[in-house]
């Protein structure tokens, strides 16, 4: 469920939407969040990840920072609609047993990204992003918005970046 | 201790934040490969499972050689048991993650090591909301290091 497709890309592999500008949550995932008051409160929406960071506020000289430390392992993030990545734990603090999916990043009733994955993190630098989201369901087209801004920041200053990653060898 | 334990020990044993130079840390990933294309992978695995349970018996302890695993990027060779693998770190926190693991260390690893070793149930693309702490493999197999 797209927020609108245009032509070139048909839907991609595992499940993955049509390729469009913006993407809102799937509705299979949107009705299974709504039955779970500790993800989806019915007058406000998802509630907001409260370690949801801004990418570029996260930088500390050659390190990325999160919770106080160097940012390390995988995260979620998304591209919302502002151009942002926000990335943030997958912890739930409204239950500690339960998980803060994609969505969550922003919050609100109808959460809408351009983008959506998985980011990792080694020693305070990226080594990668994908478009693993099981919520919004990206076309891998839409990784592109995400690379070219990730390639800027490196551009800026490679050391940001794992030296294996893609970013960093382009 | 033979010579790839005392080179393990010495890998780990330091914090995993530790300050050093991108050289420096270039130096360790550099000594971390060249253990494996000296021993092999599963001598190596092998004998960090064994420095594991052996020198990191409390919570800190094995969540920063969780730390150090995962920046050496050892998840990215095979790990055949990867539930007993993996549940040695939450036997040792005790499933407590929001006081050992703030930084979700363990959950990055569960949910990388588990689906590379062909364990479906921790895809997050397939599975949102799937949670190491609540996997019933993964407590029977803490279950079983705890009656060790």
Redesign the interface.
């Known amino acids: 469920m797209g927020s609108g497709s245009s032509g070139g890309y048909g839907s991609g592999g595992n499940g993955s939407q049509p390729y469009a500008p913006s993407y809102h949550v799937t509705s299979d995932m949107l009705k299974m969040d709504k039955k779970d008051p500790d993800i989806y409160n019915p007058n406000t929406g998802y509630f907001k990840n409260p370690t949801a960071t801004n990418l570029e506020t996260a930088i500390d000289g050659n390190r990325f920072v999160f919770n106080g430390n160097r940012a390390e392992g995988t995260m979620t993030y998304v591209l919302d609609k502002n151009g942002n990545i926000i990335f943030g734990k997958r912890c739930n603090p409204n239950d500690g047993r339960k998980r803060a999916p994609h969505p969550t990043l922003i919050g609100g009733k109808d959460p809408q990204v351009q983008c959506a994955g998985m980011i990792t993190f080694r020693k305070g630098r990226i080594s990668s992003v994908d478009d693993r989201s099981g919520h919004f369901r990206p076309n891998s087209k839409s990784l592109e918005k995400v690379d070219a801004i990730l390639q800027n920041i490196c551009d800026n200053n490679p050391r940001l970046f794992d030296k294996n990653s893609k970013w960093r060898k382009s | 201790m033979n010579d790839l334990y005392k080179e393990i020990y010495t890998l780990f044993s330091r914090r995993?934040?530790e300050d050093l130079t991108?050289e420096q840390?270039?130096a360790l990933d550099d000594k971390a490969d060249e253990l494996i294309e000296e021993y092999g992978w599963d001598a190596v695995y092998e004998t960090f499972k064994s420095y594991l349970t052996q020198e990191c018996l409390t919570p800190e302890l094995s969540v920063n050689a969780a730390?150090i695993f995962?920046?050496f990027?050892w998840y990215n060779y095979p790990i055949h048991d990867p539930y007993e693998f993996m549940s040695y770190f939450y036997y040792r926190i005790d499933f407590n993650?929001?006081k050992y693991d703030?930084?979700?260390?363990l959950?990055?690893?569960t949910?990388?090591v588990l689906p590379k070793n062909g364990i479906s149930a921790a895809d997050?693309?397939?599975?949102?909301?799937?949670?190491p702490?609540?996997d019933p493999e993964m407590i029977a197999a803490a279950e079983r290091w705890k009656n060790k």
């Open positions: 995993w934040d991108e840390e270039d730390y995962w920046d990027c993650t929001k703030a930084s979700d260390i959950d990055s690893l949910t990388t997050l693309m397939k599975h949102p909301y799937y949670m702490e609540s």
